[in-house]
């Protein structure tokens, strides 16, 4: 039996996804009780990683088996050779792949900014196993204004000397996360690290970058068509949340998200934009307060 020390702390794990003719290895953090038939799944934004949910994870840690995987091309796990097989409906087939080995009795899911779009089309699919979705300020409508500021930086080369340089960097554009401490953002930013020589450099494949390239205003419109069919067609219980000044999910869009599809809940925060890191308390406990009602 494991000790409640080790509930607390996370495993890494891996599974095999299938691209094409190859296979790649998905890492992913496991935390709290690896027998736990409730298991709750959280998905990193667009240059994040799966520790960016620890805080999040230690306070759940105690009611669900909290998987948190490193999307392919970033964290821990393996890089595609071909960067255009970075979207939203490869990562929801690696998605299926992972929930087959996790096998749970109940799973709940949460999404940050692209994991949350995972978590949407996941949500939408017949006989979906997600018994309840938290999204987290991201809806079927992306700002072009967010996309183009996101395109600006993400896959840009870039390294330093310490991580305290990397820190000073990677806050410069990320104010949307809201005040945090120097200590909460320096955990934040470790895992986002990798030694290489004698500098740091981000755990993330540049090639991400690729899909922004080649994404347009018209091809972006015709995207939130298909996110909206989707949307309405998730009947689970769901629970919105966003930062107030948001740039990336408009307050038209999230209100326009509560009178169709699952009609979530809607939740706010002030002096946030994109997007909510949910390791503040009010953040945490929001969703606690959600997931455990269920």
């Given at each position: 039996?494991m000790a409640?020390?080790e509930?607390?702390?996370?495993r890494?794990k891996?599974?095999q996804?299938?691209?094409?003719?190859?296979?790649?290895r998905?890492?992913?953090?496991?935390?709290?009780?690896?027998?736990?038939?409730?298991v709750?799944?959280?998905?990193h934004?667009?240059?994040?990683?799966?520790?960016?949910?620890?805080?999040?994870?230690?306070?759940?840690?105690?009611?669900?088996?909290?998987?948190?995987?490193d999307?392919l091309?970033?964290?821990?796990s393996?890089?595609?050779?071909?960067?255009?097989?970075?979207?939203?409906?490869?990562?929801?087939?690696?998605?299926?792949?992972?929930?087959?080995r996790l096998?749970?009795?109940?799973?709940h899911?949460?999404?940050?900014?692209?994991?949350?779009l995972?978590?949407?089309?996941?949500?939408?699919l017949?006989?979906?196993?997600i018994?309840?979705?938290?999204?987290n300020?991201?809806?079927p409508?992306?700002e072009?204004?967010?996309i183009?500021?996101?395109?600006?930086y993400?896959?840009?080369?870039?390294?330093?000397?310490?991580?305290?340089?990397?820190?000073?960097?990677?806050?410069?554009?990320?104010?949307?996360f809201g005040?945090?401490?120097?200590?909460?953002?320096?955990?934040l930013?470790?895992p986002?690290?990798r030694r290489?020589?004698?500098?740091?450099?981000?755990?993330?494949?540049?090639?991400?970058?690729?899909?922004?390239?080649?994404?347009?205003?018209?091809?972006?419109?015709?995207?939130?068509?298909?996110?909206?069919?989707?949307?309405?067609?998730?009947?689970?219980?769901?629970?919105?949340?966003?930062?107030a000044?948001s740039?990336?999910l408009?307050?038209?869009t999230a209100?326009?998200m509560?009178?169709?599809?699952?009609?979530?809940?809607?939740?706010?925060?002030?002096?946030?934009?994109?997007?909510p890191?949910?390791?503040q308390?009010?953040?945490?406990?929001?969703?606690?307060?959600?997931?455990?009602?269920?």
């Amino acid at each position: 039996m494991m000790a409640d020390s080790e509930q607390f702390e996370p495993r890494l794990k891996q599974v095999q996804c299938l691209r094409g003719q190859r296979l790649h290895r998905m890492a992913y953090w496991e935390w709290g009780d690896p027998a736990n038939p409730r298991v709750l799944v959280c998905v990193h934004g667009l240059t994040r990683q799966g520790r960016d949910f620890d805080v999040l994870a230690r306070a759940l840690a105690g009611e669900y088996r909290v998987v948190c995987p490193d999307v392919l091309g970033r964290g821990r796990s393996d890089w595609l050779a071909d960067p255009t097989g970075y979207n939203v409906p490869a990562y929801v087939a690696d998605m299926v792949t992972l929930l087959a080995r996790l096998d749970a009795a109940t799973l709940h899911w949460l999404g940050t900014s692209m994991g949350g779009l995972i978590g949407i089309g996941l949500a939408a699919l017949p006989d979906s196993p997600i018994g309840a979705l938290v999204l987290n300020d991201v809806g079927p409508v992306v700002e072009w204004s967010a996309i183009q500021r996101i395109g600006a930086y993400v896959g840009q080369p870039a390294r330093w000397a310490s991580e305290d340089e990397a820190a000073d960097a990677l806050w410069a554009i990320s104010q949307g996360f809201g005040a945090h401490s120097r200590e909460q953002w320096l955990a934040l930013t470790r895992p986002q690290l990798r030694r290489d020589g004698d500098a740091f450099v981000s755990r993330y494949d540049p090639g991400i970058a690729l899909p922004f390239r080649h994404l347009s205003a018209e091809l972006a419109k015709a995207g939130e068509a298909m996110l909206w069919q989707a949307w309405d067609r998730i009947a689970c219980p769901t629970l919105l949340l966003r930062g107030a000044e948001s740039d990336l999910l408009s307050a038209a869009t999230a209100q326009a998200m509560t009178g169709r599809g699952p009609k979530p809940r809607l939740v706010g925060f002030a002096g946030v934009g994109h997007a909510p890191t949910l390791v503040q308390p009010d953040q945490v406990q929001a969703v606690r307060e959600f997931l455990l009602s269920r």
